[in-house]
């Protein structure tokens, strides 16, 4: 695991410096700090930090080939580089190291741009080829790792953070207010957009071009859902699945380093973990974390019964409130664009922890959205066949179930009351939110009535009907899962899972999302994944004489946080005092007095948690990103500071 950078200037005859690529490097070393290189061709700079993991000694980068006449920067692994690299020995390309980067280069020279086709794993990678002139930056099919890009008139920059791409001066940081109310609908910032202006995420399944001053972004891969190729039995989809994941699990086990298992002691990390143990001679390590302090399920009596179960050398972690509070800072820095995603603060803390042991963690990311494992998707499939049954009277009931929930403060009739008889992009924010959240019922008098008019009605609704094309013949099920595929997972999980772990400098593997098992699993019918009132069927039926029952059987949690009680209790003086401040309010995107509502009904009844805590993360990302620069950008060096300065609130916290 690394970090890449890059920067291509437009007029051939410019050049392109080494002190702009160094200061893009710069906020980035906690992704390598193994090792950095730089490849400058006139109008062209990579750089690269690195994470040793194969090949320590001989995989450094930016790499070429044998003539150096194509260079590349790579973030991420390959998994069937081996195969790979037999294929193309037998060509007759030569190879100067073992690395999978080297693969990728070779790969390019055989094929292209269509190179990625034929690559298995998680990666971000650029290739310069300086024969053509031409610039290939290309992003995993999933997501899993990060790649920013930013075209001025000038110049393309690309980079593994956006703090990279920001840290020169070339790069305007003007707010784009839309991205705002898309964060405030769906709690994260889904598809292309940041929040500047200028700033892109290249999108998962995608490759830029960059060639004759010309940019061009294509697909190259989508998640195919159909059916139409599986007949056989849910008996022969389980055993086929548990064939499919021992094989990826042991694909995710290749390192030079020490390998250890994220364990949360649910079924989709137990399961890798079941293969994991097979997959060396050695004791593999395990690590979970708990919180103290809060009223939440533990995971940690979970995660140690499976520990035991498989005999693995097992560590746990527990967090304070003062330990939440006083990351939130370095929680806004490191995950660079505002999500609110309070697990990710325990993530941080338990990927600390096994860093002290390991250089490389699985987890079990990606079996939810894989399989089906959240009661949302069981939920919503029960309102669709209650719709059925209403015929006409669905909607109207919907809309009473609604005003019902208001009335009581019933967040689940108001939830599922607006699903009741509507097409699925009116209602299915991506799982976390929909027209009838806070943000979105609220907006005409939360927001500011000028920036309410800068930004237009949110688009969340014809954003997911966009999406939703490619599967609208598709089972109802399949939808949300496509859906979530493409927005929750990657914008929201994945930038948790890269983010907080490389913040530790620690390569995280996630063997559910192989793109393999997801095309495995949007093959099979949906009611091998949900019925009734059960969700993940299949994966957990592979895994039935496996597992400990009490872990196949126990209700989802996932790193609960109870961040709830600690914004209503501990800190909620500190909240307030930041939410309400002159330097929040100054920005004009609320109404003090709604802002001062929302956190005295949070303190007498609770329930809006999220909320308020989507506030507090958006205002210290301005903090950090927006006014730092103001007063603390360095122009001559092109370096941004990555420190943090607390408010005093915060600092006696």
């Known amino acids: 695991m690394c970090g890449i950078v890059g920067k291509l200037k437009f007029d051939p005859e410019e050049r392109v410096e080494r002190a702009r690529i160094e200061a893009m490097l710069a906020p980035i070393v906690h992704r390598g700090p193994d090792g950095q290189g730089i490849h400058l061709d006139r109008n062209v700079g990579l750089g690269h930090c690195r994470l040793s993991i194969i090949d320590v000694a001989g995989g450094g980068q930016p790499m070429t080939n044998e003539d150096e006449t194509v260079w590349i920067v790579f973030n991420g692994e390959i998994y069937n580089f081996q195969s790979l690299r037999r294929d193309l020995l037998g060509g007759g390309h030569a190879f100067r190291s073992r690395t999978d980067t080297e693969v990728i280069l070779h790969l390019y020279e055989e094929h292209g741009v269509d190179c990625v086709k034929h690559l298995r794993g998680m990666f971000a990678f650029a290739i310069w080829d300086a024969r053509q002139r031409r610039l290939f930056v290309a992003r995993d099919r999933i997501g899993i790792k990060p790649l920013y890009y930013c075209q001025t008139r000038d110049a393309l920059y690309f980079a593994s953070e956006l703090k990279a791409i920001i840290a020169d001066p070339g790069v305007s940081r003007e707010i784009c207010a839309p991205a705002i109310r898309q964060f405030l609908s769906f709690f994260y910032v889904p598809g292309e957009n940041t929040l500047f202006q200028s700033v892109k995420k290249l999108l998962p399944g995608h490759y830029l071009l960059a060639e004759n001053g010309k940019v061009s972004i294509n697909r190259y891969w989508d998640l195919p859902f159909t059916t139409e190729r599986w007949t056989q039995p849910f008996e022969d989809a389980a055993e086929e699945l548990r064939e499919l994941l021992g094989s990826t699990v042991t694909d995710h086990m290749v390192a030079d380093v020490p390998v250890g298992v994220l364990l949360s002691g649910g079924v989709d990390s137990s399961a890798v973990l079941s293969f994991a143990v097979q997959g060396t001679p050695k004791k593999i390590k395990t690590f979970t974390v708990g919180f103290d302090g809060g009223r939440v399920v533990d995971e940690r009596p979970y995660a140690r019964l499976t520990a035991e179960h498989f005999g693995t050398e097992h560590y746990d972690i527990s967090i304070t409130p003062g330990d939440f509070w006083n990351f939130l800072p370095a929680y806004v820095r490191h995950m660079e664009e505002p999500v609110c995603e309070p697990p990710a603060v325990a993530l941080y803390y338990v990927s600390k922890l096994a860093r002290d042991h390991v250089k490389v963690l699985l987890s079990g990311e990606g079996g939810d959205e894989a399989f089906a494992g959240y009661p949302n998707y069981a939920n919503l499939l029960q309102v669709q066949r209650l ?37 699925l992009p009116a209602y299915y924010f991506s799982r976390t939110s929909g027209p009838m959240s806070f943000f979105n019922r609220q907006a005409p008098s939360f927001f500011n009535r000028e920036f309410l008019e800068n930004t237009g009605a949110a688009p969340a609704a014809e954003f997911i009907a966009e999406l939703t094309g490619p599967v609208k013949a598709q089972a109802r099920l399949n939808q949300m899962l496509y859906v979530d595929s493409k927005t929750w997972l990657p914008d929201d999980l994945l930038v948790k899972a890269d983010k907080m772990t490389m913040a530790n400098s620690l390569e995280l593997r996630v063997p559910l999302l192989d793109h393999e098992v997801l095309e495995f699993a949007a093959s099979l019918p949906a009611d091998f994944k949900v019925r009734r009132r059960e969700t993940k069927r299949v994966l957990k039926a592979a895994f039935a004489k496996v597992l400990p029952a009490e872990v196949l059987n126990r209700r989802k949690a996932g790193f609960p946080v109870p961040y709830e009680s600690w914004l209503r209790r501990e800190f909620k003086d500190e909240t307030s005092d930041i939410l309400l401040s002159d330097r929040a309010m100054v920005r004009g995107y609320f109404e003090k007095s709604k802002v001062s509502r929302l956190l005295q009904a949070n303190e007498r009844g609770g329930g809006h948690a999220k909320e308020i805590f989507s506030l507090l993360v958006l205002e210290l990302w301005h903090r950090e990103f927006v006014d730092r620069h103001h007063s603390d950008y360095d122009r001559s060096s092109g370096q941004t500071p990555l420190s943090v300065s607390r408010e005093p609130a915060m600092a006696g916290s």
């Open 387 to 423: 719709a059925s049954i209403l015929g006409p009277m669905s909607k109207p009931m919907g809309a009473v179930a609604c005003q019902v929930g208001a009335l009581f403060g019933e967040s689940r009739l108001r939830r599922y009351g607006q699903a009741l008889g509507r097409a």
